[in-house]
């Protein structure tokens, strides 16, 4: 019997005024793709690019500024200091703005034009960090220049208010939503989304399946010159998953158009990839005569990806133009 | 046979190659079957006890091996196995 997305749209005039940008952090939808779901499951779309600044990091730099504020790591007149590609960055500099702290991103060169240009226009300063050594390489200078005491350094990487940011706000949001969920599938970069959600999913709903999407980049990225050059976020906990992808730009690319002709929602392209593991879990199910409801996160919007060269011409031309780039 | 995608750094070990072929029905069988023909090979992928090293990750046809059955992970001749270093993600 085909399952549907009907649902009790719930009591009208939710209220939806707030004192603060801040304070309209979180709440995303979620939102069904009855195009794109195979028979018997249903895959969810959680919209995090409905934050402020248009996407999930919205919430884990609202966390980690209160959070260091809270415990008197970060006072008036010190500047935030963050190693980020960019959404991260330009997630506190809305914060930073708010709360009247200033604010240097260290930014891989190769990150696409328009986030540097929003961090710009933010406010913040930047620091670039040579593009062939990835955000490994924005890590190595944040960590230098963070040795200078008028910074603080909130580092995505390791701070558990990420995660936590997670836990408390997309985590207990799915369960209201979407009580009967099987799987959660995100993206593995900080490993925040999947720790706090995963961990908060895996309290709450029995046999849950937490699902990572790995981007895989071109070459260049993992041509390290030893393995001890590698990095692990200090925040993963490979316990919490159950499934990792590894994800390339093709695949995600070709996801991320289906998701947009389709179901009509334009994201940026590692929800692409996400969207990609998704379906393929939603396979499995489907090849084994179960039902699955799979949620997976809309990290942002399309935008800042335009000038990448991934939403036009053939797959292979996409392809070929994100490598190099950090995509997701 | 399968077909192993090697990263940059292990290349040297194997002519310069970007991907080998190799045998084995379990990646473990697998990668002893690796290190016979380019002796070396597996130094940076395993420890000194035999066991995965924590920065290199590797995927049987896409999904990472640790939550399929690590080193017993089975290996079909059809299969890719590909081997990446662990680097930051983006963001």
Redesign the interface.
């Known amino acids: 019997m085909p399952r549907t997305f009907v649902c009790d749209p719930g009591p009208r005039g939710a209220p939806m005024r707030f004192d603060d940008v801040l304070d309209a952090i979180g709440d995303t939808p979620l939102v069904g793709l009855p195009s794109l779901s195979p028979p018997g499951v249903r895959i969810w779309a959680k919209l995090e690019g409905q934050n402020p600044t248009g996407s999930l ?1 919205d919430r884990i730099a609202k966390a980690m500024v209160e959070a260091a504020e809270d415990s008197g790591e970060l006072t008036p007149g010190r500047t935030i200091l963050e190693p ?5 960055g330009i997630a506190l500099a809305m914060v930073a703005r708010r709360k009247g702290y200033g604010l240097t991103v260290v930014i891989p060169d190769n990150a696409s034009e328009e986030r540097i240009r929003l961090l710009e226009l933010f406010g913040a300063e930047i620091v670039l960090s040579p593009g062939d050594k ?3 390489g924005s ?1 190595e200078i944040a960590r230098r220049l963070a040795g200078d005491d008028r910074y603080y350094m909130p580092f ?2 390791g701070n558990p208010a990420n995660p936590r940011a997670h836990e408390e706000g997309t985590g207990e949001e799915i369960v209201r939503d979407l009580p009967e969920i099987t799987h959660f599938v995100a ?5 925040g989304t999947l720790m706090g959600t995963g961990r908060f999913l895996r309290e709450h709903v029995p046999g849950v399946q937490i699902v ?1 999407a ?3 980049y071109g ?1 260049g ?13 200090e925040l993963y906990d ?1 316990d919490v ?7 390339g730009s093709f695949d995600a690319v070709q996801r991320n158009r289906e998701l947009v002709q389709v179901e009509g929602i334009f994201a940026g392209i ?1 929800t692409g990839a996400i969207l990609h593991a998704a379906l393929g879990m939603a396979a499995k199910a489907r090849k084994a005569g179960e039902r699955a409801d799979i949620a997976f996160v809309v990290c942002d919007a399309g935008w800042k990806y335009l000038s990448t060269g991934a939403y036009a011409g053939s797959l292979d031309e996409a392809e070929d133009a994100l490598e190099g780039q ?3 | 046979m399968a077909r192993v995608k090697l990263p940059t750094i292990l290349r040297p070990h194997a002519g310069g190659e970007r991907a080998v072929d190799a045998d084995g029905t379990t990646l473990r069988e697998l990668l002893e079957d690796l290190e016979s023909r380019y002796p070396g090979i597996t130094q940076m992928v395993l420890t000194d006890d035999g066991a995965l090293h924590r920065f290199v990750n590797v995927y049987v046809n896409d999904e990472d091996v640790r939550y399929l059955g690590s080193l017993e992970t089975e290996v079909d001749p059809k299969d890719t196995v590909s081997i990446l270093p662990a680097v930051a993600g983006g963001r």
Request: proline share 6%; glycine share 10%.
């Open positions: 990091k980020t590609s960019g959404n991260t990835g955000t490994n890590i995505q990487y993206g593995l970069g900080t490993t990572a790995e981007p895989r070459e990225v993992y041509a390290l010159r030893n393995i001890d050059e590698g990095f692990v976020p490979p998953l159950t499934t990792r992808y590894s994800v590692s950090l995509w997701a």
